[in-house]
């Protein structure tokens, strides 16, 4: 089931010399879809002061290349599931072009408080249940 989808056309800048999506762009569009994700429920930064969190940030990330994206196609950003854990939540995604599967990947992200003088990764629950996604 996927939980949003966001589209993205690719241009001629965003391509390297050899007329293929430049691979950084592929994680810069991840993070834009998980955050086009959060704006349908307040937005990141509502969020964060609703929850007295410091940002939702990324601790790693991971693709598998499966073809590649050329400039003039419309692409689209899957973003599938989210799985839960403690102090961390990992966003999976999905690209295709059509029907063409272009890459598969996932973020894991932290909630990012302020404690003892310090940044610490929070408990993941109250963002959970503000998106509506509590099991």
């Keep these: ?3 949003f989808t966001h589209d993205q056309w690719i241009s001629f ?3 390297d010399p050899a007329g293929i999506v430049y691979y950084p762009n592929y994680f810069r569009w991840m993070d834009r879809t998980f955050h086009a994700f959060l704006e349908g429920h307040g937005g990141h930064r509502a969020l964060c002061a609703r929850l007295g969190s410091r940002g939702f940030g990324l ?3 991971n693709v598998a290349f499966r073809s590649p994206g ?3 196609q419309r692409i689209r950003y899957h ?3 989210i799985d839960w854990a403690g102090r961390t939540f990992e966003v999976h995604f999905r690209v295709t ?3 063409r599967l272009l890459l598969e990947g996932f973020e894991r992200r932290g909630v990012f408080v302020d404690r003892d003088g310090r940044i610490r990764a929070g408990d993941v629950a109250p963002l959970r249940a503000a ?3 509590e099991a």
Excluded: H
């Design 1 to 3: 089931m996927t939980l």
């Design 13 to 15: 800048g965003d391509c």
């Design 59 to 61: 601790v790693e990330t």
């Design 70 to 72: 050329q400039e003039g």
């Design 79 to 81: 973003l599938d599931r």
């Design 97 to 99: 072009e059509d029907e």
């Design 131 to 133: 998106l509506g996604l």
